[in-house]
């Protein structure tokens, strides 16, 4: 079995800690954050170590407040996104704030990345399922033909991942009967209004989901060599961008949704029945506290996470 790696994208959390940064709300019983329980979900379906990627001006904040305590769980490393990490002649363009989008932040890991590795975000609790699905696709599963990239994503049903205080945006996917993924499209505004599912593309042109429909999450299990295509489309994605662009994103699904369409990809569809929920709208955080006390109370999670060696 290949050792297997997971990887949080975490350059986003903002540049202070302290109230206000949604993916540093405590929502475990002893002051868990969302993190904590992915880490640890990830720990026990097998994860041999993880790859924080987060920005330099986070790291000594952000050592003590994870990374200290998540290094006595798995071995930690790290990897820095920065606005300005770009190839050249390429420069940041001028005003420009908003990251380069989760395409960018894998590059970050590039010369960290031995293993068959996974990618979640910081912000989403995912469930044990997904992660042990993964890890067991990664760690067993033989490469497919050297024209093609070898991919697996865990499925979520759609009705899942909603939330009750807004609309938010899903990888709505198209799998074959194989579970292999067809196509991977962005959607927005995804909700229920009076009893109906709603959602619009790209335009904002209203669209049709079915609530029981796979979408993504953006998390991926990925081979290490998938990261020269990401580095060859991050000079192709620069060139088609304006010099004033503030808001393109290089990002995971349409990145592999291009590849699908171009038959260079395989993409399993790892399916999982367990309820995302994460804290996209600061209303969510009290729904989010109260499934991990469900959860506890089921057995699933010890109250204090990681007991002593918090």
């Known amino acids: 079995m290949a050792n297997t790696t997971l990887m949080i994208m975490a350059a986003g959390i903002g540049s202070r ?17 969302i993190m904590d329980y992915s880490v640890y979900d990830a720990a026990e379906a097998g994860f041999d170590d993880v790859i924080f990627i987060i ?28 606005l300005s990490d770009l190839p050249e002649p390429f420069q940041v363009p001028g005003g ?29 609790y995912y469930g044990k399922e997904a992660f042990v699905k993964l890890h067991d696709y990664l760690s067993q599963h033989k490469e497919g033909p ?31 009967e194989n579970r292999n993924l067809r196509k991977v499209t962005e959607t927005y505004e995804i909700r229920y209004k009076d009893g109906v599912l709603h959602a619009l593309d790209e335009n904002g042109h209203p669209v049709c989901v079915q609530e029981n429909q796979q979408v993504s999450m953006n998390m991926w299990g990925m081979q290490p060599d998938f990261l020269k295509e990401l580095e060859r489309g ?20 349409r990145i592999i949704d291009r590849l699908l369409q171009e038959r260079r990809a395989e993409v399993k569809v790892l399916e999982t029945n367990d309820k995302w929920f994460g804290v996209t709208y600061q209303e969510d955080k009290q729904s989010v506290v109260d499934a991990i006390r469900a959860l506890v109370d089921q057995g699933v999670y010890r109250a204090d996470l990681f007991g002593k060696s918090r």
């Not at 206000?20 to 954050?33: N, T």
């Not at 049903?157 to 074959?176: I, P």
């Open 55 to 82: 920005r330099h001006d986070l790291e000594q904040d952000f050592k003590e407040i994870i990374g200290n305590r998540i290094e006595k769980i798995l071995p930690v490393r790290y990897a820095y996104q920065e």
């Open 234 to 253: 991050f000079l192709e994605f620069l060139k088609g961008i304006g010099k004033d662009d503030m808001r393109s994103e290089y990002l995971l699904p």
């Open 17 to 33: 800690f302290g109230g206000g940064i949604k993916q540093l709300a405590p929502v475990g019983p002893c002051g868990e954050i």
């Open 96 to 124: 420009r704030k908003k990251p380069w989008g989760t395409g960018h932040a894998l590059l970050a890991a590039k010369e960290l990345a031995e293993n068959p590795f996974a990618v979640i975000n910081a912000d989403d």
């Open 146 to 176: 050297k024209d093609r990239y070898d991919l697996c994503m865990a499925g979520f049903v759609l009705k899942n991942t909603l939330s009750e205080n807004g609309g938010v945006t899903r990888g709505v996917c198209e799998v074959d």
